[in-house]
């Protein structure tokens, strides 16, 4: 193995960067070649390759977003766009790709191994739902940035003694809107992976107001529904002020935390030891804080783990 390619693919998060100068820093070591591939599938079909060098890299761990740039590539999901990248990667001579980016990323890596072409994937999404991985790259520093917010919503919550409704990403997963509840010391978290019924959040907003408390918080998990459709029912079954509070995108930038550079280096790196021992198909992954690689079939496609114990958990502590 002599030359290696990398790219960022899907919604960006936290650490990419610090992922990337580790395949980079890693591979060269190792005395490769390494390339960054442009705009992820994207760049990978139209060939938008560059050798990066040592110091192409240097600056960036740091830094929020990729490098790379990143994009959702429709022209990949065909089957003549992957042979198209294919040609490229065998144009430039690529003896090995590490793709760095969420399940959809994985699922195109996937079909890259079945033409044959060896890659390792490297779990980079702020939601936390890949299988076989304990923390994915990105989640530690968003829900980082939700806590922040939390405690910034709760001054005002309190001085007005309101109840804020705050929607924070994460798709079909509840991993951000549960660690940055219970981290946040919300009175409710709503998660697609546990049915909560209008009855007993307003009970527990009514408890609350009953035992003296004077404002609230309720963490909505984007992938259960509109925050300002939750809202305006509970405003209208408690009588309470409500406000509504979306995080967006703000939950997907700025500097990644000491845990996600650790994590994001940890990972790059070993992604180009699997690649040099020979290893085709696999997803770098953490698991009791040792990291390894794990078979695609295992993390791609498939539904993820949340340790619902934390949900139980808050539910106690926010009473
Ligand atoms: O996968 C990361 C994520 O931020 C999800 O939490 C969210 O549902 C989605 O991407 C938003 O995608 P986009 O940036 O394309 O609107």
Redesign the pocket.
Known sequence: MKRIAVLTS??DAPGMNAAIRAVVRNGIYHGLHVFGVYRGYTGLIQGDFKELSVGSVGDVIQRGGTILYSA?CDEFRTEEGRQQAVEQLRKHQIDGLITIG?DGTFQGAKKLTELGFPTIGVPG???NDINGTDYTIGFDTAINTVIDAIDRIRDTATSHERTYIVEV???DAGDIALLAGLAGGAESILIPEVNSSLEEIVARLKHGADRGKKHSIIIVA?GVGSAVDIGRQVQKATGFETRITVLG?VQ?GGTPTAFDRVLASRMGAKAVDLLLSGKKDMMVAIRNNEVLGIDFDEASGQKHHLDLSNHHLASILSI
Do not use: F, L, N
């Open positions: 899907g919604g959702r969420g999404t702020i939601d990403m994460g798709r984007e995108h997907r």
